[in-house]
Structures are given as structure tokens and as C-alpha cells.
């Protein structure tokens, strides 16, 4: 019998597996992947809140050494003007990484299982082991199989985590109900880029209709994206690769000639599904943490941090509950409750932001003079808004000079 059973071993549910074992809880990590293991649609951003929860972990050292070059400033140009904006340092941590994920997640794996947690790749898993009935059904465990042996496989445990994504197959068999529902936003097409080096290791261009974000990663590389409202989604898809370039040159020619003369690194990488919601992340004997618990438009660039945040959330609860220190339900519904305090405010702010088919509000644009004005005292606090800090809350209380 495990403590805990986690499916998923990326960022979320690696996490919360290191996590746990350091509490001294019996872990079992379950995952389809074998580490090292890219996800290539997938946002790469560890913003200072999530570098902060890596720290404590003692795992920043090693995203560092992984040639992850630190971002410590990001050029904002919302058309009128372009300012220069560092956020305030989090948790000791003064610089964002965007590593990539096949060097994140293994990371992450392996601290983990250095933890003591146990970790069995290529397994799938198909079910959940319940007992009781109606109100009183309790998930007790999970069944799948081996995805190279396709041996069978069932294990208990005293509570099953989901942190398997979008999709999650948890939070299908328990029917976790979403809330907080916003419709599909953007779509978006990107590629990593040789050659095309950013001063600032960030850099945010909005624009009528679009967002053109690049961003420095691992081994020289440059994540260059463009961003366009989802209803456009089939058509860019129909040439990828000239709609990406006449974006480019209509909205911000110097990128265009920047990205023109350097070299694609990897195939052209793309997404129309973005959709954005909470779900309910507790029930009797399981919990969802990661994308699986919450998901949003991969231009809101803080879906790895809120998966180390709500890790850490979890992981205290989990162990205050399974520890007899407190009702295992009392403590996961603090755990709702203390993810929706801290992550509803920044997600409504960041996904009207991303509303591309209409003309930024009034609040908007005052905020953004604002920052123009003051980019060392306003703008910092903007910046920390946009990455998930919630000391910059305030600054939406009201947004409107």
C-alpha cells in the first residue's frame, strides 16, 4: 500500500512526488513517458514564483547548469512605445528560465526519485480502483498495464493524484467538474530558432489581433511564437510557415529580418486547443494538481509555476491529512481554496488581456501609459503581475489611472 500514487511525472506531479517522499510518505510515480522525454507543445517559462518553489527544492542549481540562460529583463512593446521592464526578485529568486522540457522534466524526475519516491515509466494507466458506492465511492487505487510488457498492473494507495494534464484521465473517471470557464482564446504557431539572439531574453510585441513573443532557452536557442485569435486558427494552419513570416513583417519588421537570417532549429509547432478553466481538484481518495487542475491559454506564460505552487499547497495538505493532523477533506478544500486565492485574479487579468479579436480596454491602455510613465515602479509591477506575483496584485485594484 503507497501513500500517495501520482499519474503524471512532469512538472506537477514530479513535484509533488519530491515533495511527499521528503515529508516521509511512500510514493509511487507513474508515468507513459521514459525520462529524458520532451513535450513539445508545451510552454517552458519557470517564472520566479515557480523558480522560488525550485529553489526550496534544491533544483535551481541544476536547471541553471543546464547551459538555461537567466532572464532578468523583457522588452515590452505594446505598439505606442517599448519599455525595458525587470520584476521584483520572488523568494530570492531574481531571474526567470524558460529550459526546455525535456531538461525541466528530467530534472524534476530525478529529484524525485533521489527523494525516495519510486518512479515506473511506460505504464498506462486505464482505471481507478474504488470502493463503496454512490456518495460514499472512494478511489482506493489505479489498474493499467505496462506499456512494453502490456503486464497488467494494479496498485493501492491512500490517495491517487491526477496530475496527467489537460486531459487528465483522473479527473474524467472521478468527473471532477470545471468552473470558472472561459472560451477558447488564441491559437498559436512557434519554432526554436538558431541565430537569433534577444539582448533581453524575453521580448512581448502586442499588436491588433496578435502577440509575437520570443524567449531564450537552452543550448543558444530562441522560441520565437506568434499568437492570433483561435477563429483564425485552420487558416494559419493552411501555410504555416507564410503566415508565420508575413505576421512577422506587418507587425514587427525588425524580428522578421532577425528571424529571417537565422535557422530553424526544430518543425513548426502549433495548437487551436487552449481552453481555460478550474476544476473542482479534491474528491474522497484523489486530488488534481497541474494542468489537470487548472489549464489556460499557453500565452498566459505561468502554467508551470502555478504547478510548483499548487504542488507545494497539496503536498502540505496531503501530508497534514494522511499525518492525522487534520480531516483529510478539510485539508484538500484549503487546498481549493488557497489555489483559487492566489491564481483567479491573475487569470482573469492575463486571459482579458488575450481576448485578440477586441481592442484592449480603457483600464488597459491607462495601465499601460502608466507603465510607459514609470516603468521602474509601475512597470516592475506589471511585469510581476503578468508572471504570477501576487505582492503586484494590488495593481489591479483599480487598474485605471
Not at 529583463?73 to 531571474?95: N, R
Not at 505576421?247 to 519588421?253: D, G, I, S
Request: glycine share 12%.
Amino acid at each position: 500500500m503507497y501513500d500517495a500514487i501520482i499519474v503524471g511525472a512532469r512538472c506537477a506531479g514530479a513535484s509533488l512526488a519530491m515533495m511527499l517522499a521528503q515529508r516521509g510518505l511512500r510514493v509511487l510515480l507513474l508515468d507513459r513517458a521514459k525520462f529524458p522525454s520532451d513535450k513539445p507543445l508545451s510552454t517552458h517559462g519557470v517564472l520566479k514564483t515557480g523558480g522560488a518553489v525550485l529553489k526550496r527544492l534544491g533544483l535551481l542549481p541544476r536547471v541553471i547548469a543546464s547551459n538555461c540562460p537567466p532572464i532578468r529583463t523583457c522588452l515590452l512593446d505594446p505598439g505606442p512605445f517599448e519599455v525595458m521592464l525587470e520584476s521584483p526578485s520572488v523568494g530570492g529568486v531574481d531571474a526567470m528560465y524558460a529550459p526546455r522540457r525535456y531538461v525541466l522534466d528530467t530534472v524534476l524526475v530525478e529529484g524525485a526519485t533521489g527523494a525516495g519516491a519510486e518512479l515506473r515509466e511506460r505504464v498506462a494507466v486505464t482505471e481507478l480502483v474504488w470502493e463503496g458506492e454512490g456518495a460514499e465511492a472512494r478511489v482506493v487505487g489505479v489498474r493499467g498495464h505496462d506499456l512494453e510488457t502490456e503486464a497488467p498492473i494494479e496498485e493501492r494507495g491512500r490517495i491517487v493524484i491526477g496530475a496527467d494534464g489537460v486531459h487528465s484521465l483522473v479527473a474524467r473517471l472521478v468527473k471532477a467538474p470545471r468552473y470558472e470557464e472561459i472560451p477558447l482564446l488564441t491559437g498559436v504557431y512557434w519554432s526554436y530558432w538558431e541565430g537569433v539572439p534577444i539582448e533581453t531574453g524575453l521580448e512581448m510585441h502586442m499588436r491588433p489581433g496578435r502577440m509575437i513573443g520570443l524567449v531564450s532557452t537552452n543550448d543558444g536557442l530562441t522560441n520565437v511564437g506568434v499568437y492570433f485569435p483561435v477563429a483564425e486558427f485552420e487558416r494559419f494552419k493552411s501555410d504555416v510557415e507564410g503566415n508565420f513570416f508575413a505576421n512577422l513583417e506587418q507587425h514587427v519588421p525588425e524580428i522578421h529580418e532577425r528571424v529571417r537570417a537565422g535557422r530553424k532549429a526544430v518543425r513548426w509547432l502549433g495548437t487551436g486547443y487552449q481552453p481555460n478553466f478550474f476544476r473542482k481538484p479534491h474528491g474522497l481518495g484523489w486530488a488534481l494538481v497541474g494542468d489537470a487542475s487548472s489549464h489556460h491559454d499557453s500565452a498566459n506564460p505561468s502554467g508551470i509555476s502555478y504547478a510548483f505552487v499548487d504542488a507545494e499547497r497539496l503536498a502540505a495538505a496531503i501530508d497534514d491529512g494522511l499525518g492525522g493532523r487534520r480531516p483529510l477533506a478539510d485539508a484538500l478544500a484549503d487546498y481549493e481554496r488557497q489555489r483559487n486565492e492566489r491564481w483567479l485574479p491573475h487569470y482573469h487579468f492575463l486571459t482579458k488581456m488575450l481576448e485578440l479579436d477586441k481592442p484592449p480596454s480603457p483600464e488597459m491602455m491607462g495601465l499601460l501609459g502608466r507603465v510607459a510613465e514609470d516603468p521602474k515602479g509601475i512597470g516592475a509591477q506589471f511585469l510581476g503581475l503578468v508572471e504570477g506575483d501576487d505582492a503586484c496584485y494590488g495593481l489591479l485594484q483599480p487598474m485605471d489611472p
